[in-house]
């Protein structure tokens, strides 16, 4: 019995606490039949006169009246403090929420949260008079009309997309738009919410260009490396018919023919390996300001007096690790397609500058690592480009130059040297607005090294014993004949191995190693490493058409040995020969 009491009270409570509409209704009217009930029972009892009984009556109704009316009126007051703190809790939520929250009917804003003014920079008047149409970049704003259409239709409709808007100050950003439909003022209407991804856009977008360039770079490296070796044989075969025709036989004519075009094939050919990062390059420390001044002199001459070259130098002493032809090749790159957007003349501005990356650099660009950078900015005048050309300027053969005018190599030779340096370089720019390019290389610590002065043989002719071990048959033949028709004594071997018999045979005789890098059984390095075994100070040449980074990999540095990158014209190969003979 007291557990019934006591359960009773317990549900008694939480009924009184939770007052709804129809409780308060159903106590209102209990409690007025009660009392008019038990009143007027008791009011009879005890009075007989009518008139004072109804004078009673009178006021017994007034004061109810006056009770409920305070209840009802507190009643309400607490109703609306409820649903005014509410509505602010609400409001303070929506107001601080990262999205762009917003209420719309066929298209008309009717509520906007704080983040929506700030997304759109338009204020929440001057948007409550728009339309939600005006705020989506025009190109977009016919794939939201039909969606907002099949909506009404009641058909299917995705409820979250992309789509670009464009702010009051014409910038466009990217939103992430999910939608609603919800009871708003009595009518359906949308609730729309929308963040802003223009960041994420970009990073992905800057990932999927790199990741197409990286995988451009490795199928043209590979091409470029086997073109080489093609190469190699076609330009030495083509200097030996020169060399055996008479002076005046018309068939020289056709060989230089032959020549010209290999040398054509060449360049383009070196190109795709800077591209690849497939050089060699020798990096050492050296004066940024020293190498930008030097090439100046050279862009003034080669841009033309239409166009005024201004430099800022600011990088002072500050030393990068580069290759200095390397960088050199950079500017001039630059420089000529800036002259090319400026055909009727314009200014080019090259300035250096120190800056420090943070990592939110780092973050918004999506590469890089923390650290001291050596900035240099190229900016032109000129006609600039749209985004769709940005996208795809580092692509090799990328060009809008018309036939014979560009290879549409320039750009992405310099991509891969900046890459090459542990660089980066982004561009800005808008049609008709000029372009900037900014490169950033990393500064290092080392101190510049005293210039190094260069000996070049003038003579390619001797006698001595070279040993020549390559595996291209093409290449070592060609080798081979155009060392002996200079007068040398040579000895042939196809790979390491045989390389390793041939000098033990003729030791004494042999004074100079021609390795090519990769070989079957041996390679040209673990050739070379027995060979100095036996003798330590043998002079060698190493021959390669792979890359820097095959170079790397086998441990063979480009400052203590003598390395020489096919195709090598064969002057070249004979001068290095003597060149290194004579040291
Ligand atoms: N400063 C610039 N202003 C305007 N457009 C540029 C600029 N730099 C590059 N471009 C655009 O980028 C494209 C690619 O440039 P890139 O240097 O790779 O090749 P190219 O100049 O066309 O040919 P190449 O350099 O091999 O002779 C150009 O065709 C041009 O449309
Ligand atoms: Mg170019």
Same mark, same amino acid.
């Given at each position: 019995?007291?557990?019934?009491?006591?359960? %009773?009270?317990?549900?008694?409570?939480?009924?009184?606490?939770?007052?709804?509409?129809?409780?308060?209704?159903?106590? &209102?009217?209990?409690?007025?039949?009660?009392?008019?009930?038990? $009143?007027?029972?008791?009011?009879?009892?005890?009075?007989?006169?009518?008139?004072?009984?109804?004078?009673?009556?009178? %006021?017994?109704?007034?004061?109810?009246?006056?009770?409920?009316?305070?209840?009802?009126?507190?009643?309400?007051?607490? @109703?609306?403090?409820?649903?005014?703190?509410?509505?602010?809790?609400?409001?303070?939520?929506?107001?601080?929420?990262?999205?762009?929250?917003?209420?719309?009917?066929?298209?008309?804003?009717?509520?906007?949260?704080?983040?929506? #003014?700030?997304?759109? =920079?338009?204020?929440?008047?001057?948007?409550?008079?728009?339309?939600?149409?005006?705020?989506?970049?025009?190109?977009?704003?016919?794939?939201?009309?039909?969606?907002?259409?099949?909506?009404?239709? @009641?058909?299917?409709?995705?409820?979250?997309?992309?789509?670009?808007?464009?702010?009051?100050?014409?910038?466009?950003?990217?939103?992430?738009?999910?939608?609603?439909?919800?009871?708003?003022?009595?009518?359906?209407?949308?609730? /729309?919410?929308? &963040?802003?991804?223009?960041?994420?856009?970009?990073?992905?977008? #800057?990932?999927?260009?790199?990741?197409?360039?990286?995988?451009?770079?490795?199928?043209?490296?590979?091409?470029?490396?086997?073109?080489?070796?093609?190469?190699?044989?076609?330009?030495?075969?083509?200097?030996?018919?020169?060399?055996?025709?008479?002076?005046?036989?018309?068939?020289?004519?056709?060989?230089?023919?032959?020549?010209? $075009?290999?040398?054509?094939?060449?360049?383009?050919?070196?190109?795709?390996?800077?591209?690849?990062?497939?050089?060699?390059?020798?990096?050492?420390?050296?004066?940024?300001?020293?190498?930008?001044?030097?090439?100046?002199?050279?862009?003034?001459?080669?841009?033309?007096?239409?166009?005024?070259?201004?430099?800022?130098?600011?990088?002072?002493?500050?030393?990068?690790?580069?290759?200095?032809?390397?960088?050199?090749?950079?500017?001039?790159?630059?420089?000529?397609?800036?002259?090319?957007? %400026?055909?009727? *003349? /314009? #200014?080019?501005?090259?300035?250096?500058?120190?800056?420090?990356?943070?990592?939110?650099? +780092?973050?918004?660009?999506?590469? *890089?690592?923390? =650290?001291?950078?050596?900035?240099?900015?190229?900016?032109?005048?000129?006609?600039?480009?749209?985004?769709?050309?940005?996208?795809? +300027?580092?692509?090799?053969?990328?060009?809008? !130059?018309?036939?014979?005018?560009?290879?549409?190599?320039?750009?992405?030779?310099?991509?891969?040297?900046?890459?090459?340096?542990?660089?980066?370089?982004?561009?800005?720019?808008?049609?008709?607005?000029?372009?900037?390019?900014?490169?950033?290389?990393?500064?290092?610590?080392?101190?510049?090294?005293? !210039?190094?002065?260069?000996?070049?043989?003038?003579?390619?002719?001797?006698?001595?014993?070279?040993?020549?071990?390559?595996?291209?048959?093409?290449?070592?033949?060609?080798?081979?004949?155009?060392?002996?028709?200079?007068?040398?004594?040579?000895?042939?071997?196809?790979?390491?191995?045989?390389?390793?018999?041939?000098?033990?045979?003729?030791?004494?005789?042999?004074?100079?190693?021609?390795?090519?890098?990769? %070989?079957?059984?041996?390679?040209?390095?673990?050739?070379?490493?027995?060979? $100095?075994?036996?003798?330590?100070?043998?002079?060698?040449?190493?021959? $390669? *058409?792979?890359?820097?980074?095959?170079?790397?990999?086998?441990?063979?540095? *480009?400052?203590?040995?003598? +390395?020489?990158?096919?195709?090598?014209?064969?002057?070249?190969?004979?001068?290095?020969?003597?060149?290194?003979?004579?040291?």
């Amino acid at each position: 019995m007291t557990s019934d009491l006591r359960k %009773m009270r317990k549900n008694w409570k939480p009924f009184l606490l939770k007052l709804t509409p129809a409780r308060i209704a159903l106590l &209102y009217a209990s409690a007025g039949c009660l009392w008019i009930a038990f $009143s007027d029972m008791a009011l009879t009892a005890r009075v007989h006169d009518v008139y004072l009984i109804t004078l009673i009556a009178m %006021m017994k109704g007034w004061l109810y009246v006056a009770v409920t009316a305070i209840i009802l009126y507190l009643l309400i007051r607490r @109703g609306e403090a409820t649903l005014r703190e509410s509505e602010k809790k609400f409001r303070m939520l929506a107001d601080t929420a990262a999205a762009a929250i917003f209420i719309y009917r066929e298209a008309t804003f009717l509520s906007v949260n704080a983040t929506s #003014q700030k997304m759109t =920079g338009y204020s929440q008047e001057e948007l409550l008079r728009m339309n939600f149409w005006d705020v989506a970049h025009p190109d977009h704003r016919a794939m939201m009309r039909q969606r907002a259409a099949a909506r009404l239709r @009641g058909d299917d409709v995705v409820s979250r997309y992309e789509f670009k808007i464009v702010t009051k100050l014409g910038e466009e950003r990217w939103v992430d738009f999910t939608s609603g439909i919800i009871e708003f003022e009595g009518r359906r209407a949308v609730l /729309g919410t929308a &963040y802003d991804v223009t960041e994420r856009k970009q990073l992905e977008n #800057q990932l999927r260009q790199s990741q197409k360039i990286e995988a451009v770079g490795l199928l043209a490296g590979g091409v470029a490396h086997d073109f080489n070796n093609i190469l190699t044989a076609i330009i030495g075969y083509g200097h030996i018919i020169k060399m055996k025709l008479p002076e005046h036989d018309p068939l020289r004519s056709y060989a230089d023919q032959i020549l010209t $075009s290999a040398e054509r094939a060449a360049n383009l050919t070196s190109g795709l390996l800077a591209f690849s990062r497939k050089q060699v390059i020798q990096p050492h420390p050296v004066n940024i300001d020293e190498i930008i001044t030097r090439v100046g002199r050279l862009l003034t001459r080669l841009i033309g007096e239409d166009i005024e070259l201004s430099m800022e130098l600011g990088c002072g002493e500050t030393a990068i690790l580069a290759d200095p032809g390397q960088i050199e090749l950079v500017l001039m790159n630059l420089a000529t397609n800036a002259q090319d957007a %400026m055909p009727d *003349g /314009g #200014q080019l501005t090259i300035t250096t500058g120190r800056v420090e990356l943070g990592r939110d650099f +780092i973050d918004t660009h999506g590469f *890089g690592v923390a =650290g001291s950078y050596a900035l240099i900015t190229a900016t032109d005048t000129g006609v600039g480009m749209d985004q769709k050309t940005q996208d795809r +300027i580092f692509e090799p053969f990328f060009t809008t !130059k018309e036939v014979g005018k560009g290879t549409g190599l320039g750009l992405a030779v310099v991509y891969g040297i900046i890459k090459q340096h542990e660089g980066f370089i982004t561009v800005y720019s808008e049609p008709g607005k000029g372009t900037t390019y900014k490169i950033y290389l990393p500064i290092t610590k080392a101190t510049i090294e005293q !210039k190094r002065t260069l000996k070049t043989a003038d003579t390619w002719d001797g006698s001595e014993t070279i040993l020549v071990a390559e595996d291209d048959e093409a290449v070592r033949h060609l080798t081979v004949k155009l060392l002996t028709e200079a007068g040398y004594r040579v000895v042939e071997a196809s790979n390491g191995e045989e390389a390793v018999r041939k000098y033990k045979e003729q030791k004494d005789a042999i004074q100079l190693l021609l390795l090519d890098v990769i %070989m079957p059984r041996k390679n040209g390095k673990e050739a070379y490493d027995e060979i $100095s075994g036996i003798r330590p100070d043998i002079k060698t040449i190493f021959m $390669s *058409g792979h890359a820097g980074d095959v170079f790397e990999r086998k441990h063979i540095n *480009g400052k203590r040995f003598n +390395i020489i990158m096919k195709p090598v014209s064969p002057l070249s190969l004979l001068h290095k020969v003597r060149e290194v003979l004579d040291a």
